[in-house]
Nanobody, 127 residues
C-alpha cells in the first residue's frame, strides 16, 4: 500500500497555471505507474494523465489538448501535474493515484486499475 498526499491546488484566473504535487510513501514508488484524476461536482471521476514507472512515457485525457504535463521524480517519491491555460471547466478536485499492479507495461485511464488514492486538492478556475 502507498500513502499519497496532494498539494498545490488553489484559486486561479482563466488562462493561469498551477502545479500540483503528489508525495508518495510506503511501497516502492518507482515500480508503479502513477495517475491524476479529477472530479467536478455532480460529475464522474475523470482521467487526467498517467506516467509510466519505466521510461516516463505519458498519456492524457482528450480534454487536456497539450495544456497539462505530468512528470515524476523517483528520487523524491513525487509526481507532478503542471497545468497551463486553465479554463473554468477545469475546476474540480484533483486526485493522485497509484496503479494497483507493479511494473505494468502500459498506461491505463481506468480508475478501477488504481488502488491507492490521495484525499485530493481543490482547483478552482475563475472567469
Amino acid at each position: 500500500q502507498v500513502q499519497l498526499v496532494e498539494s498545490g491546488g488553489g484559486l486561479v484566473q482563466v488562462g493561469g497555471s498551477l502545479r500540483l504535487s503528489c508525495a508518495a510513501s510506503g511501497r516502492t514508488f518507482r515500480s508503479y505507474n502513477m495517475g491524476w484524476f479529477r472530479q467536478a461536482p455532480g460529475k464522474e471521476r475523470e482521467f487526467v494523465a498517467a506516467i509510466s514507472w519505466s521510461d516516463g512515457s505519458t498519456a492524457y485525457g482528450d480534454f487536456v489538448k497539450g495544456r497539462f504535463t505530468i512528470s515524476r521524480d523517483n528520487a523524491k517519491n513525487q509526481v507532478y501535474l503542471q497545468m497551463n491555460t486553465l479554463k473554468p471547466e477545469d475546476t474540480a478536485v484533483y486526485y493522485c493515484a497509484s496503479d494497483r499492479r507493479p511494473l505494468r507495461d502500459y498506461l491505463t485511464p481506468q480508475d478501477t486499475q488504481y488502488d491507492d488514492w490521495g484525499l485530493g486538492t481543490q482547483v478552482t478556475v475563475s472567469s
